[in-house]
């Protein structure tokens, strides 16, 4: 494969950053502090942080417009893609962004489109593991509702209703009660509350137990696992309410021991990695895997094919080294050639969202109070869900704001995350109070 990006280490690189949420506000920033970096753009300006850090593109992208982009790249010389969202991965940008007008191969970081059915659908992804040997829960796939409530019927326990695509980290519905299982089949089915994301649902075994996310790089050829992260995905404290896409975060998470991480590795990374070079699948980004430390072993619940949002903000900012280095060394398979460095501080993200989030969030309200927030050492303040209108921001999504701070111990972090929160004001605001709040026990 021919690679056009210079490998020179006095260069400059041009790079292209794909989405607009917390995430990639991140991105953009662990990018642009590189001294490597040449121009920078980013498709999704709109976000007020990003359009501080990146230029704005001057084509459309979209639907039979998207081959613009692609004469975008090529007439600014882009070095490296940057695909943060799932979304334009399982619609295969990678694919096409990757092809140089010139027949070479331009860097992107982020799957192809057949890598990224690992996350886009759930039935396929259990596939992969059954042909791997990966520890993960009992489940059955379903398109008819009726089969799906007689199935769910036999269980002695309800199961997890898992829509089978892309629902914005919201498809996924854990019941208490068969009812409810049954009701979830209802909605997703019949109801079409996911729109073509719930054409299939996916039936699995609840499991118990502790969950983490562990994140690696993977460059086709070498696996590089990232510290463990530890998410808060419902709404409420003590994890009650509804699921969200992630109301905060923290890293290092304290649940696994050197021994469970190398279990993880050896057992979940290692297989699926081998499984998808077996298949020939084109994979340079991340592996994802959410993982549920049961009694009986880790258990995969789920892979993703991105960074996870919230677990990308406390992650990048603990990240010493070049991040510029780090995506393109996975993007043009040198991993083991780069140089990576965290630091030894502890990270916390605490997500306010807005008000009626996830159901239906309100949009529109003034936010006050980001400059304090900001100003206070240790803390960073992404923007997600904002706009900016005449000098102001204002609401504009579910998830507002994500606000990372970084400090010797969790307990430091944790309380400086919470000082810059109280900072930031607007109307129905929401945010949980909880957010690393107890040293999980080492498992």
């Keep these: 494969?021919?690679?056009?990006?210079?490998?020179?280490?006095?260069?400059?690189?041009?790079?292209?950053?794909?989405?607009?949420?917390?995430r990639e506000h991140a991105l953009a920033q662990a990018i642009s502090e590189s001294p490597k970096l040449g121009t920078f753009f980013a498709t999704h300006t709109q976000n007020p942080g990003i359009a501080k850090l990146a230029q704005p593109i001057d084509v459309p992208y979209e639907n039979e417009n998207f081959y613009r982009l692609g004469q975008f790249c090529d007439k600014n010389n882009i070095d490296l893609v940057v695909i943060g969202p799932e979304d334009p991965l399982a619609e295969g940008w990678a694919d096409k962004l990757a092809k140089r007008a010139d027949g070479s191969t331009r860097l992107v970081f982020g799957p192809s489109q057949r890598g990224a059915q690992l996350e886009a659908d759930k039935s396929y992804a259990k596939q992969i593991m059954r042909a791997a040997s990966i520890p993960t829960a009992e489940g059955k796939v379903f398109k008819d509702a009726d089969h799906a409530d007689d199935y769910m019927k036999t269980r002695e326990e309800p199961y997890v209703v898992k829509a089978t695509g892309l629902a914005k980290g919201k498809g996924v519905i854990v019941p208490s009660t068969t009812e409810e299982a049954l009701d979830a089949i209802d909605q997703i089915l019949r109801k079409k509350i996911f729109?073509?994301?719930?054409?299939?649902?996916l039936l699995e075994e609840k499991l118990k137990g502790t969950e983490v996310s562990v994140l690696a790089l993977y460059d086709g050829k070498n696996i590089l696992v990232l510290p463990p992260c530890q998410d808060h995905k419902?709404?409420?404290?003590?994890?009650?309410?509804?699921?969200?896409?992630?109301?905060?975060?923290?890293?290092?998470?304290?649940?696994?021991?050197?021994?469970?991480?190398?279990?993880?590795?050896?057992?979940?990374?290692?297989?699926?990695?081998?499984?998808?070079?077996?298949d020939e699948i084109e994979f340079r980004g991340v592996i994802y895997a959410g993982i549920m430390l049961t009694p009986g072993g880790p258990k995969v619940l789920e892979f993703n094919v991105r960074f996870g949002d919230p677990e990308c903000q406390p992650l990048l900012a603990r990240l010493e080294s070049d991040a510029l280095d780090l995506l393109m060394a996975t993007a043009?398979?040198?991993?083991?050639?780069?140089?990576?460095?965290?630091?030894d501080d502890h990270a916390?993200?605490?997500?306010?969202?807005?008000?009626?989030?996830?159901?239906?969030?309100?949009?529109?309200?003034?936010?006050t109070g980001l400059d304090r927030a900001e100003a206070i050492p240790g803390v960073r303040v992404h923007?997600?869900?904002?706009?900016?209108?005449?000098g102001d921001i204002y609401t504009n999504g579910g998830r507002v704001l994500s606000i990372t701070a970084t400090a010797p111990t969790r307990e430091q972090a944790r309380e400086l995350a919470y000082q810059a929160a109280d900072e930031i004001s607007f109307e129905g605001m929401q945010l949980r109070t909880d957010i690393a709040l107890q040293e999980p026990a080492k498992l």
């Design 332 to 343: 043009a398979g040198t991993l083991d050639r780069t140089d990576v460095r965290f630091s």
């Design 234 to 278: 419902r709404l409420l404290n003590n994890d009650q309410g509804p699921n969200t896409g992630g109301m905060g975060a923290f890293c290092p998470s304290g649940t696994l021991t050197d021994e469970l991480n190398h279990q993880i590795e050896s057992e979940v990374l290692v297989p699926v990695a081998d499984a998808l070079r077996r």
């Design 383 to 390: 923007h997600a869900g904002t706009k900016q209108t005449k």
């Design 348 to 367: 916390v993200t605490v997500i306010l969202a807005a008000e009626n989030y996830p159901a239906n969030p309100r949009k529109g309200d003034l936010i």
């Design 1 to 22: 494969m021919t690679i056009s990006a210079s490998n020179d280490a006095t260069s400059k690189h041009n790079v292209l950053l794909v989405g607009g949420g917390a």
């Design 195 to 201: 729109g073509d994301a719930g054409a299939e649902v």
